[in-house]
C-alpha cells in the first residue's frame, strides 16, 4: 500500500521541541517582570489568566500532534495505529504559525470515544494561494480533500453530522461536542 500523503517530519518534531522552550521562555519573562515591577495585583491576575489559557491550549495541541500517513486503504498513526476511513468523523483544516494543519475526528474503535489529531502535512509546492485565501481560511489541502472524499465513501453520515468548529473546542477534550 503506497503512501500518498504525509505528515512534514520537520515542523511536527520542531513543534516538539520549540513549543515547550517558548513556553518556558514566556513563564520566565512574565515571573521576571511581575517580581521587578510594582504592578497591580489585578494587572497580576489577568497576565496569568491569559497566559495560562495560552499554555493550556499548546499544551493540549503538542498533545493531539501526531505524524500520520495516508494511503489508499487507511490512515496510519505514528507508525503503530490504523484507522479506516469509515471510522473519521470529521476532518477539516486549520490556519497554522507555519501554514496549514489538519484536525482530524475520528472513532476509536477499542475505547468507543472520538479521537482529535492535529497534523502538520508536507507542504504542497503545486499549489498556489492567493492573499485572500490565506486570510479567509478558504483553502482546502489536497490531503484535506482526499480524506473527505474516502470518509464520505465509507461513511454516508459524514456530512449530516458535521459543521466546521472552532480550534480550541476541536482540540479541547473538556468541551464535549459529541456523546
Known sequence: MPILYKSSKYFTYSYYIITPFSIAFFLFLIIAIVSHSNFNLIFIIFLFICFSCLFISEFESILKLKYI?????????????????????????LRYENGYGLVLWYLDIKTNKLKVILVFPEK???VKYTYRDTLFNTVELQVTKFIKEKA??????YLNINNRRYFLFSISPTFKIFK
Request: hydrophobic share 25%; aromatic share 8%; glycine share 0%.
Open 69 to 93: 500517513e495516508v494511503s489508499e486503504d487507511c490512515i496510519l498513526i505514528n507508525h503503530k495505529k490504523t484507522i479506516e476511513y469509515k471510522n473519521i468523523v470529521y476532518v477539516y483544516n
Open 124 to 126: 504542497e509546492n503545486s
Open 152 to 157: 464520505i465513501k465509507s461513511n454516508p453520515h
